[in-house]
């Protein structure tokens, strides 16, 4: 039986979907999650912005022992909406299982894309 690795609560303060892309690619945001444990993991996904109300109620699943690239301009929450586009964000993402939380960005706003990748704050939840 193995330990699984990782937290359950993790942020990630710079986001931004862009509203226009070039050529035949689609610039895109990815929570890229590995779960090394023998739980299926439930992650929760609030939407944080500069001007605005939070976003919530966006779900997702990562398999157990699995890895999932959950993409931010197709995720919808449950009432179907989807993230914005050409608004600055930041997001919290729990899950009731540990996991790890990398970030990812494919910027394709210019001829020459651009692909960035950063791991997410890991945090212990305060309440």
């Known amino acids: 039986m193995s330990c699984a690795i990782g937290k359950n609560v993790?942020?990630?303060?710079?986001?931004?979907?862009?509203e226009k892309s070039n050529g035949d690619f689609v610039s895109h945001e990815a929570i890229?999650?590995?779960?090394t444990g023998e739980s299926d993991a439930n992650m929760t996904i609030e939407v944080f912005f500069e001007?605005?109300?939070?976003?919530?109620?966006?779900t997702a699943v990562c398999k157990a022992k699995r890895t999932n690239h959950i993409r931010l301009d197709q995720i919808k929450d449950a009432k179907g909406n989807k993230m914005p586009v050409g608004v600055p964000y930041a997001?919290?993402?729990?899950?009731?299982?540990?996991?790890?939380?990398?970030?990812?960005r494919m910027d394709t706003t210019q001829a020459e894309m651009t692909l960035m990748t950063t791991m997410a704050y890991p945090v212990e939840p305060c309440c």
């Open 10 to 18: 993790w942020l990630i303060p710079d986001g931004y979907l862009p």
């Open 32 to 35: 890229c999650v590995l779960n």
């Open 51 to 58: 001007d605005r109300d939070p976003m919530e109620n966006f």
């Open 91 to 104: 997001l919290k993402v729990e899950s009731d299982c540990p996991i790890v939380v990398q970030h990812s």
